[in-house]
């Protein structure tokens, strides 16, 4: 990780669960992270706790709602003024609503299609456009995706849900493909956990906590910091690897 030490990686979704972990753990390997979210003031906490621990990086909030493209080009104008361009972009950002296809609500659809698939797109260009304009060769973009993204799961309330996930297994390969042409080492990867004990089950089954507690203690489930050390891992491979996609899933986890 020497070679990260001072550069830009900017992580979305940053004030809770994986987000937050990514962030916290990219600072204290001496890395300047600009975590975003709508909500800034967790990540200001977070923020300050980093700075108490005296690690060697620093995170700097940024508000941003990803499903609007006007507040993301923003914010890529602000990193580029305030620390020049970014290095590494991870998208992590992306939610769930319990929306099924018979008679789901067609704004909860295009919620889902704006954050997981547009929003998480418009950062890789941006992030890409950031790196070649400052003859950047050796970036990375890492998107977070999910065990969904590669197999559909009896759920009506996640069927919308699993096809964005299935988009990012597709865009983030037809990003690697793109690179390639373009004829850079910059490097895509997309990580696909499956049950992490975060607050996404919570938001998914709102109206029924006891069911997204449920779900979260049927088994030994995974952990943020496990999605943390998956991504340091990934930036830690020599500069020659391509880490295409790791699957990761609890051990005791069938699906």
């Not at 987000?19 to 975003?36: D, E, F, N, R, Y």
């Not at 979210?37 to 990540?43: C, K, L």
């Not at 759920?155 to 849900?161: D, G, N």
């Not at 089950?201 to 006891?210: G, I, P, T, W």
Request: hydrophobic share 40%; net charge neutral; glycine share 8%.
């Amino acid at each position: 990780m020497d070679r990260w030490r001072g550069r830009v990686a900017l992580v979305t979704g940053a004030s809770v669960g994986i987000g937050a972990a990514i962030a916290k753990s990219l600072v204290q390997h001496g890395i300047k992270v600009v975590g975003c979210a709508r909500n800034v003031e967790q990540i200001e906490k977070l923020a300050a706790e980093c700075v108490s621990s005296g690690y060697s990086g620093a995170l700097f909030p940024y508000k941003c709602d990803l499903s609007v493209e006007d507040e993301v080009l923003s914010m890529f104008s602000w990193i580029k003024t305030q620390h020049k361009g970014v290095d590494v972009c991870i998208n992590n950002a992306g939610l769930a609503l319990p929306e099924p296809l018979l008679n789901g609500k067609t704004s909860g659809w295009r919620t889902m299609m704006d954050v997981n698939v547009i929003g998480l797109s418009v950062c890789t260009r941006e992030a890409y456009q950031s790196m070649k304009e400052r003859n950047i060769d050796d970036g990375h973009i890492i998107n977070i995706n999910s065990m969904s993204g590669h197999r559909v799961v009896n759920s009506a309330y996640t069927h919308f849900y699993t096809a964005t996930k299935y988009a990012v297994t597709a865009l983030t390969e037809g990003l690697r493909q793109e690179l390639r042409e373009a004829k850079t080492h910059i490097r895509a990867t997309s990580i696909s956990p499956g049950l992490v004990e975060t607050e996404f089950a919570y938001r998914l089954f709102s109206e029924n906590q006891d069911k997204a507690s449920a779900t979260y203690k049927s088994i030994k489930c995974l952990q943020p910091d496990d999605l943390a050390k998956a991504v340091v891992y990934v930036l830690s491979a020599p500069p020659h690897v391509q880490i295409g996609d790791i699957q990761m899933r609890p051990v005791e986890q069938l699906t």
